[in-house]
Each structure stands twice: as structure tokens, then as C-alpha cells.
């Protein structure tokens, strides 16, 4: 099952073909993350990314939860190991 992961924006920036893009950290692991689904994402914002693309904004209780409950599952190692 793929997994859609809250992560919060730390950085917009317009790319080429238009494409917004933006630097996002999973509990301190940061991606670059395809933000043009979500054009109305702000930094500081919470977004859901499922393999590169922020489908959609979240509020920072709703993503608490989300890693709360990844956590119990152990889903978060990923996050913890990346150099």
C-alpha cells in the first residue's frame, strides 16, 4: 500500500516548465517536492506528498496525528536512518 506523508514546507521555489517546486522536511528529513497541485501552500504550510507531489494542504494537528500513528507502525525508520 503507497502511503501519501505530511511534511512541512521550509521553501518555495518556481522551476523550469513552470513547475512549482518547493523543499519540504518529513520530521527533519527534507525532499524536493513537486508543490504545483498545491498552489495555494505557503511555507510554514503542512502538505501531503505521495512519491514527489504535495497533493494537498493539512493542518499541523492533523499531520502531528499522522506521524503519531506512522510512529506505532514503525514507518518512520526511513526517516530517522537517511544521512
Known amino acids: ?45 503542512y502538505v501531503i506528498v505521495h512519491v514527489g507531489f504535495a497533493l494537498n494542504k493539512i493542518d499541523e494537528q492533523e499531520a502531528t496525528k499522522v506521524f503519531e500513528y506512522l510512529e506505532q507502525l514503525g514507518e518512520t525508520d526511513e526517516l530517522k536512518n537517511e544521512p
Not at 2 to 29: A, H, N, W
Open 1 to 45: 500500500m503507497c502511503l501519501g506523508i505530511p511534511g512541512k514546507v521550509i521553501q518555495i521555489s518556481e522551476e523550469q516548465d513552470e513547475l512549482t517546486m518547493g523543499r519540504v522536511s518529513f520530521g527533519g528529513l527534507v525532499k524536493e517536492v513537486c508543490l504545483s497541485y498545491v498552489p495555494e501552500a505557503k511555507i510554514g504550510d
